[in-house]
């Protein structure tokens, strides 16, 4: 249970101060933070209504690192809910949106990845290479339909 511990905090505090140093959280799924939000609670109202059920703090002292870890969850999301729509909330279309010189070089959007075709570029096809003036140039060439001639 304390390693979990110890993983959630590694993993949350990470992705923190990612979205800090980036100001932005974009390609980022907020959806999963809702679910998790919503499953630390259920954890601490599990550990609370034990706790109550035996009248005791037994079921708070007994199982700390769930009541922690839950705790925990609910924390950090309330810092990635504040992030994503309080500090650094998605532009609308009304916005001006940032140009490609305030972006730090860092962070690679998917528009600027450089897409490679499929298709393989062959000088000795492409006719706007070929000189009409070049008799070399146009016998060494294939043919459009009728293979090499």
């Known amino acids: ?61 007994g199982n700390m690192a769930k009541f922690v870890l839950g705790l925990a969850t609910i924390g950090f999301d309330a ?4 992030q994503h ?8 279309p009304n916005q001006e949106t940032k140009s490609n010189n305030d972006i730090p070089s860092s962070i690679h959007k998917p528009s600027d990845t450089l897409v490679l075709s499929l298709t393989s570029f062959d000088r000795e096809t492409d006719d706007s290479l070929l000189d009409p003036d070049d008799d070399e140039s146009l016998s060494s060439a294939p043919a459009r339909r009728g293979g090499y001639t």
Do not use: A, H
């Open 85 to 92: 729509y309080i500090f650094y909330p998605e532009p609308t």
């Open 79 to 82: 810092i990635f809910f504040t």
């Open 1 to 61: 249970s304390y390693f979990k511990l110890c993983c959630t905090f590694t993993k949350y505090s990470k992705q923190v101060m990612l979205n800090f140093n980036r100001k932005s959280t974009s390609g980022w799924n907020i959806w999963y933070n809702f679910l998790e939000c919503s499953g630390g609670s259920l954890s601490m109202l599990q550990v609370v209504l034990d706790s109550i059920d035996t009248n005791n703090l037994s079921g708070i002292t």
